[in-house]
Every structure is written in C-alpha cells, then in structure tokens.
Nanobody, 125 residues
Framework: QVQLVESGGGLVQAGGSLRLSCAAS????????LAWFRQAPGKEREFVAV????????GYAESVKGRFTISRANAENTVYLQMNSLKPEDTAVYYCAASNSRRWYPKKQSEYDFWGQGTQVTVSS
C-alpha cells in the first residue's frame, strides 16, 4: 500500500516555474514506477511524465518535453516535477501516481495502482 500526497501547486505567470512534490508512505516506494498526470477543466486526465523505479529512465508527453523534468529521491520517498516555461494551457490539477507495472513505460491511468489527491496549478497569461 502506498499513500501519495502532492504539494507545490499555485498561481504563476506564463513563462514562470513551479516545482511539484509528491511525498509517499510505504516501505516499497522504491520499487514503483512513478508518474505525473494532469486534468484540465472539462478535459480527460492525461499523462505528463514518468520515471522508472531506479530513476534511470524517464518519459514525457510531447506537450511538456523540454520544459518539465521528473525526478525522484527514493531515500526521501519523494517524486518531483520541475515545470519551467509554463503556459496557460498547463493549467490543471496535477496528480502523482504509482504503478506496479513492469511494462515501460506505463502511461495509461489503468496501469497505475495508487493516486494522490491532486494539486492545482494555474498559469495566467
């Protein structure tokens, strides 16, 4: 069982940066693939970024590639999402998720076993 709690969201102007954190409980944190998803108003939840259990492999949605960076600190049971050059279309609730899947890389919601409650990111133009 893994519990996930996101933080770091807020209001930022276009072109600005935010760093999201997701703190996890559970002794097996380091064995999970971790990801960030987001859901904008009126839209479906979409994949943003993923990182392997070791942190050696990452994957990104095309819309954020080159602007967002996912990382993890297993010793601290935390996964991060550094978001730079933010755009108004990045406005959404951001969720972190943990997956037991051995497929690389999992980007469907159904492949994730545990979810956080989400944190709001709003980018003003």
């Amino acid at each position: 069982q893994v519990q996930l709690v996101e933080s770091g969201g807020g209001l930022v102007q276009a072109g600005g940066s935010l760093r999201l954190s997701c703190a996890a409980s559970g002794r097996t944190f380091s064995s999970y693939t971790l990801a960030w998803f987001r859901q904008a108003p009126g839209k479906e939840r979409e994949f943003v970024a993923v990182i392997s259990w070791s942190g050696s492999s990452t994957g990104y949605a095309e819309s954020v590639k080159g602007r967002f960076t996912i990382s993890r600190a297993n010793a601290e049971n935390t996964v991060y999402l550094q978001m730079n050059s933010l755009k108004p279309e990045d406005t959404a609730v951001y969720y972190c998720a943990a997956s037991n899947s051995r497929r690389w890389y999992p980007k469907k919601q159904s492949e994730y076993d545990f979810w956080g409650q989400g944190t709001q990111v709003t980018v003003s133009s």
